[in-house]
């Protein structure tokens, strides 16, 4: 890939404190590494142990690639050592720590882009003022959305437009200007803060002036997969992106690589790999992948409905559960649950962390049941699976509407209520909705066929895209033209 005639390009990636933005931006970064750019990673010690596996593996292939560990001051904002990231088990006290430690890191790390004199740097959204550091540097900074294109062109058109203010309640459906679709949303299905401007409004609005200040953005997306809305983003926002995905597909080829991913939150959860042998045991597409990130918790009440509507299916299933350590009660129904499954042999429960581009890719698996986090979004089309959509936080309920609505890949499960990631929320969706979704997804007749045969083309082109001369292999090969062109001026 690289050509040894050209000037290397030097860059630095500083991937945000949460597990689901750090794994694409590190699979980017390997990215560009692949592509002959040189690449270092800031991190902290805690969040690189999820992908310095990797970094090794890449390392070890001949990449010019690095980690450059930086301590986070969890002494000075008095938080336990270890602390370091917004995942599933970060305390809720912690978090305003952690934004604390994060702002004491930020002259250290300004600091960092001016002694390794990167010739750019790739950030992620939640940096904003890394567009202006990298402005008095004279170098390009690029800026990572961990979203997908229609989720962020359909907040900045709530944003715009207000669509929301004129229905008529929180529970009335309301059109979403502008958007290349005609997409519906209830006011409950918003988030917060596109419902009415709070803290987090004012945050993203930073955000967004400072992509205005950036060379451009780069998205885990690819252009087959959501092209109106690639279109439409950077028409609205008069700025230049780059799709340069399915990032998890193009970084991770090897099965060594799909292992190493994610490891260090392996050791926290499912350290024996019966999975495999289970998995391998049952028919080919038999099995349900029931899963919903990396930062999700359920209470009780919903762990039950869920229980038993995978039982009630009939369908065999993996579940990455996690315990509600409050609720002692939850745990014991969970362990009987798994006993009871595990001699009927129909479920399969891993505690905290699966690796999920392999189980992914097993023959047996189905269907997806997902939070439609956007890297699980894509994940399930690059294999070709359908999904029973069950939005929960962030910008889940947008990436339903394309599943659902645009690309007709997914079958809601009717989520009606947005929530705080680290909140339970009032809504316990039952047992008898989950089980419909589920049968329409793997009992639906000629349109489950359709549903198929339409993910199954989209993960052909998914394949296409980072070939050479797909859409964002050749996106890689402009952007880093482009990038050198601005080096080589300034030399
Ligand atoms: N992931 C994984 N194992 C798990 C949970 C998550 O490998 O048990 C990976 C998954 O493959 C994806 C990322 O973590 O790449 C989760 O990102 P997503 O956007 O889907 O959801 P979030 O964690 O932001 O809710």
Redesign the pocket.
């Known amino acids: 890939m690289e050509d040894q005639t050209k000037p290397k390009l030097k860059s630095i990636f500083l991937p945000f404190l949460s597990?689901?933005h750090i794994?694409?931006l590190v699979d980017m970064a390997r990215l560009f590494a692949l592509h002959g750019v040189d690449v270092t990673i800031i991190s902290t010690k805690y969040n690189s142990t999820i992908f310095q596996n990797s970094i090794n593996l890449d390392a070890s292939r001949g990449r010019s690639i690095r980690t450059h560990i930086i301590d986070f001051p969890a002494e000075k904002v008095g938080i336990p050592a270890g602390i370091e990231a917004f995942n599933v088990n970060t305390p809720k006290e912690m978090i305003p720590k952690i934004y604390m430690g994060l702002y004491i890191l930020q002259p250290d790390i300004e600091k960092l882009f001016e002694t390794l004199q990167p010739d750019f740097i790739v950030t992620d959204m939640f940096f904003p003022w890394s567009a202006d550091v990298a402005k008095k540097l004279g170098i390009p900074r690029i800026m990572f959305h961990g979203a997908s294109y229609l989720a962020r062109s359909a907040a900045h058109s709530v944003e715009v437009y207000r669509p929301h203010l004129k229905a008529e309640s929180d529970t009335d459906k309301f059109v979403i200007p502008d958007l290349p679709d005609e997409l519906e949303m209830t006011r409950l299905q918003l988030p917060d803060w596109l419902r009415s401007p709070n803290q987090y409004a004012e945050l993203m609005k930073v955000i967004k002036e400072s992509e205005k200040k950036s060379f451009g953005s780069v998205f885990n997306s690819f252009y087959k997969l959501e092209s109106e809305y690639y279109d439409h983003y950077k028409k609205v926002m008069g700025t230049k992106s780059w799709g340069l995905g399915p990032v998890?597909l193009w970084a991770n080829q090897d099965d060594s690589d799909k292992a190493a991913?994610?490891y260090a939150?392996k050791e926290e959860g499912a350290k024996e790999e019966g999975w495999l042998k289970w998995l391998n045991s049952k028919p080919d597409g038999s099995v349900l992948y029931v899963?919903f990130?990396?930062?999700?918790k359920f209470p009780y009440s919903q762990l039950v409905e869920i229980a038993h509507a995978l039982e009630n299916s009939g369908h065999n299933f993996i579940w990455?559960v996690r315990k509600n350590e409050e609720n002692e009660e939850g745990g014991v129904f969970l362990e009987e649950f798994e006993k009871k499954m595990k001699e009927s042999g129909k479920g399969y429960l891993i505690w905290g962390?699966?690796?999920?581009?392999l189980i992914l890719e097993n023959h047996a698996i189905g269907g997806l049941v997902s939070?439609c986090?956007?890297?699980?979004v894509v994940?399930s089309v690059n294999v070709g699976l359908p999904t029973v959509t069950w939005p929960l936080f962030?910008e889940h309920f947008f990436n339903e509407k394309l599943v659902v609505d645009v690309l007709k890949i997914g079958v809601p499960v009717g989520a009606k209520e947005w929530r705080n990631w680290n909140e339970f929320g009032s809504e316990v969706v039952k047992r008898e909705d989950i089980g419909n979704a589920i049968r329409l997804m793997m009992e639906g007749g000629e349109e489950e066929v359709a549903m198929r045969k339409r993910v199954k083309e989209l993960s052909v082109e998914a394949k296409k895209a980072i070939k050479v001369g797909g859409s964002s292999y050749n996106n890689m090969v402009e952007l880093i033209q482009e990038l050198r062109s601005i080096k080589l001026a300034k030399v």
Do not use: D, F, K, Y
């Open positions: 597990t689901s794994i694409p998890s991913r994610g939150r899963s990130g990396s930062m999700n990455v962390w699966a690796p999920q581009l939070h986090g956007w890297n699980t994940e962030a």
